[in-house]
């Protein structure tokens, strides 16, 4: 498919955008262009076929079942999207007075409001842009709560290696040393690896409960005194946070900071690059040192709020603000009662395809999960020489995503399965039962699965070339 | 899968080539690259930096994951191999022939084994899942 310059022709072009209804201001001349912008020419009817066209090319949520592990595919009401299109959202501006965006303001004041309520925080900062973000947001604020009580030993944050790639990553960028706890054979932490590790010298402990296995770790209480007894400070990762909404929390199982990934669990758009929103919540030991402009009701309004030993800005005014609004219509439509029946029903959805499926391959762990699993290709490698990244290619053949590939780490040849509350009992039986048959040619077709996927736009690409040598812009002159 | 007799062997699939008293060569093992899939992305360390017994001292990336390596010795890097980082496949396609540092001042050594020690390690290992 050609790239919309090389569709261009030159002085073609179509008018999208209204007469402009404010005086034409001059540049000043140091800061204008001395070429015009090399942008494509190109008509409505161009354009239009060229974006329908792309869009035929990609599995979305809305076009058939996404068990994308770990990401929380599940549907995105359309209301969302009518609510967050509303002018009184779309029309401010970040610097208009206070007082001519309240409404703008409770939003974000309620957001808070019922977000704390799930998590069991004391107050929230919706300013980071997506869940690392929030990761890296949640580490300073430990380190400023450290910093603020002189306590500067304090320069290691522990991670179970069941955790998301990115946090030990989000702990090395705020400057910390990272310590890899292990694993215990039943996929929980090891508490005496733990005991080991935490000390005068931990900050915090970053956990992801459910882990990546889909496992609740049963020692959580444990967990968090054994950190807090060392004098260090829990970071809750949100990001499995669908499997406990609104049934456990994450301040009562002894975190301090947790960050909420709302474009997942609060069913906001993603998967596409964005924007997200990676809200922070924190217990009073943290408020503090919250990032800038936080919202508070003063006399009947709401105004913006620097904390008094505030980190300061972690992006600019208020982060992705739409997404919130998106995130509270979710709520507001669900209700409490309804956020506890979305998480159990995510959970039992899991539990059902796990099932249905524990016949045909081997699940890394037995027993009950939350609201993804893990199953290990190790055995069907060994047999059949067809890999996990197989029988995901063979998935995209049945206009199914694939699941997660190769994560957790600790599990070979693992495919993760989160198949989300939104999914009904009918996907669940018809996608067990493709799955089984993929598995089933595995033994008998080997090579049909390594030939996979036949029937998509794309067949399968050179992930080793894409990496080695990645095209990450349009050369003109090629 | 290749085990060359003349070298010696961790736990975490590095191999070491002793060059003479104090000095020796490390990369990582056949066994290892095959684990790790076609790799894309090396980081090195830099030539005088020092090394730790069991210590990460490189990464390598493949489509897979990031994973670290660790140094079967202590001392400090005299060499590296710069060749790596832009051929990536080299490791894949002759992991012994792709060495990553050249350790000098050797001060001390992690665990090491022989390459039949290593290939029951292997084995072992194989089992395991």
């Known amino acids: ?478 | 899968m290749k085990i060359p007799n003349e070298l010696l062997y961790t736990r975490s699939h590095e191999w070491i080539q002793k060059l003479d008293e104090t000095s020796a060569r490390v990369g990582v093992t056949d066994y290892a690259q095959n684990q790790l899939g076609d790799l894309v992305f090396v980081n090195l360390p830099e030539v005088g930096d020092p090394v730790t017994p069991g210590e990460s001292f490189a990464d390598v990336e493949s489509v897979k994951a990031v994973s670290d390596l660790y140094s079967p010795v202590g001392g400090t890097v005299s060499a590296i191999n710069e060749e790596l980082l832009d051929a990536p496949q080299r490791i894949n396609e002759a992991p012994y022939d792709a060495w990553f540092i050249e350790v000098g001042e050797i001060t001390e050594y992690g665990d090491l084994m022989d390459a039949a020690a290593y290939e029951a390690f292997c084995a072992e290992e194989e089992a395991k899942h």
Not at chain 1, 95 to 117: D, F, H, K, N, S
Not at chain 1, 124 to 142: D, N, S, Y
Not at chain 1, 294 to 306: A, I, L, R, S
């Open chain 1, 1 to 478: 498919m050609n790239l919309l310059f090389e569709k261009s022709v030159p002085g073609r072009a179509c008018t999208l955008l209204p007469d402009c209804d404010v005086p034409n201001a001059a540049l000043p001349e140091q800061f204008a262009r001395q070429q015009p912008l090399h942008l494509p020419e190109l008509s409505e009817t161009d354009i239009s076929r060229h974006y329908t066209e792309l869009s035929k090319r990609v599995h979305g949520v809305n076009d058939g079942f996404y068990p994308l592990g770990s990401c929380t595919m599940k549907y995105n009401p359309a209301l969302n999207e009518e609510i967050a299109a509303l002018p009184g959202f779309t029309g401010i501006h970040p610097l208009q007075p206070e007082y001519t965006a309240q409404g703008c303001m409770e939003v974000l004041a309620e957001a808070e409001r019922i977000l704390c309520a799930v998590t069991g925080m004391e107050a929230m900062t919706f300013q980071p842009a997506a869940g690392a973000h929030g990761e890296f947001t949640g580490l300073l604020l430990i380190k400023a709560y450290h910093r603020s009580r002189g306590d500067l030993q304090r320069t290691k944050i522990l991670v179970p290696d069941s955790a998301h790639g990115t946090n030990p990553a989000s702990a090395t960028m705020t400057g910390f040393e990272v310590v890899n706890v292990p694993s215990s054979p039943d996929g929980c932490v090891d508490l005496d690896a733990l005991r080991k590790a935490a000390g005068p010298d931990t900050a915090g402990l970053m956990l992801t409960n459910p882990n990546t296995l889909g496992l609740f770790d049963k020692n959580i209480l444990e967990i968090t005194r054994i950190v807090h007894e060392a004098g260090g400070l829990n970071y809750y990762d949100g990001a499995n946070l669908n499997a406990v909404m609104g049934v456990a929390r994450p301040g009562d199982m002894g975190f301090d900071v947790v960050h909420l990934n709302l474009h997942k669990t609060f069913s906001t758009p993603h998967g596409g690059g964005g924007p997200g929103s990676g809200a922070v919540g924190v217990k009073d030991l943290l408020v503090p040192f919250l990032p800038n402009r936080h919202v508070v009701e003063k006399d009947g309004h709401y105004t913006f709020e620097d904390a008094e030993q505030t980190i300061g800005s972690v992006k600019a005014f208020y982060g992705n603000f739409l997404v919130v609004v998106r995130a509270l219509c979710y709520m507001k439509m669900l209700g409490g009662d309804g956020m506890r029946d979305a998480a159990q029903t995510a959970v039992l959805n899991a539990n059902y395809l796990k099932k249905l499926l524990e016949p045909h391959c081997d699940a890394a762990t037995p027993g009950l999960c939350m609201h993804e699993f893990v199953l290990t290709m190790e055995h069907l490698k060994k047999e059949t020489g067809v890999s996990a990244m197989d029988v995901a290619k063979s998935m995209l053949d049945y206009g199914m995503h694939p699941p997660t590939m190769y994560f957790p780490l600790i599990v070979p040849e693992a495919l993760m399965f989160e198949p989300t509350e939104t999914e009904s009992k009918e996907t669940l039986d018809w996608a067990a039962q493709t799955i089984a048959e993929i598995l089933e040619r595995a033994h008998t077709d080997p090579e049909s699965l390594h030939a996979s996927p036949t029937r998509t736009p794309i067949r399968r690409p050179d992930e080793v070339r894409a990496a080695r040598t990645p095209k990450l812009r349009y050369s003109f002159d090629a």
